[in-house]
T-cell receptor, first 115, second 109 residues
Framework: DTAVSQTPKYLVTQMGNDKSIKCEQN?????MYWYKQDSKKFLKIMFS???????INETVPNRFSPKSPDKAHLNLHINSLELGDSAVYFC??????????????FGEGSRLTVL | DAKTTQPPSMDCAEGRAANLPCNHS???????VYWYRQIHSQGPQYIIH???NNETNEMASLIITEDRKSSTLILPHATLRDTAVYYC??????????FGQGTILTVHP
């Protein structure tokens, strides 16, 4: 069984569109994250949610809006997509409150290409 | 969180031990050393972490110097499937997991 699953795995869209990436974890973890890996392969944290509450919000444009309907899901909605949003987005989860555990379980990533 | 320095790339022969160094000279007393790896086109994978003592698990061993300013990740018998980018990260208990550039380890037949 997949521990952290993301959909879709690939997403190609036009500039200006709105798109969502879904993430689900079946590990019973309390904290979930979104990371962005750009073309230079740098992995940067974007958001962290603990028990559906936002804990970490890095300097991410407000076009990015995470939504956590329950602690097993953390979806990422992106409005007005720009070329620079092209990247691989990774969802992750961990035990405990945000940051308490450094052992994160990552999904396989969602590759977003904005044309 | 303290910054880490890793060599950009390393090679290792299959079946031999791979020793990946990491410098973290500004590490604080409450910061842990974490190692992750990212195999091509996959999500990062947790390997091991430690505070002061050396640690070993089914994947690797972590050797931390007594002054904690550097550490070495050891893959005792590297295989081709260990080819990946290896990240050394230091963080406090409640700090963010921040990835650097890592070391590209290539295991050769």
């Amino acid at each position: 069984d997949t521990a952290v699953s993301q959909t879709p795995k690939y997403l190609v869209t036009q500039m200006g569109n709105d798109k969502s990436i879904k993430c689900e974890q079946n590990l019973g973890h309390d904290t979930m994250y979104w990371y962005k890996q750009d073309s230079k392969k740098f992995l940067k944290i974007m958001f962290s949610y603990n028990n559906k509450e936002l804990i970490i919000n890095e300097t991410v444009p407000n076009r990015f809006s995470p939504k956590s309907p329950d602690k097993a899901h953390l979806n990422l909605h992106i409005n007005s997509l720009e070329l620079g949003d092209s990247a691989v987005y990774f969802c992750a989860s961990s035990h405990g409150t945000s940051g308490e555990s450094g052992e994160l379980f990552f999904g396989e990533g969602s590759r977003l290409t904005v044309l | 969180d303290a910054k880490t320095t890793q060599p950009p790339s390393m090679d290792c022969a299959e079946g031999r031990a791979a020793n990946l160094p990491c410098n973290h000279s500004t590490i604080s007393g409450n910061e842990y050393v974490y190692w992750y790896r990212q195999i091509h086109s996959q999500g990062p994978q947790y390997i091991i972490h430690g505070l002061k003592n050396n640690e070993t698990n089914e994947m690797a061993s972590l050797i931390i110097t007594e002054d904690r300013k550097s550490s070495t990740l050891i893959l005792p018998h590297a295989t081709l499937r260990d080819t990946a980018v290896y990240y050394c990260i230091v963080k406090t208990s409640y700090g963010k997991l921040t990835f650097g550039q890592g070391t590209i380890l290539t295991v050769h037949p």
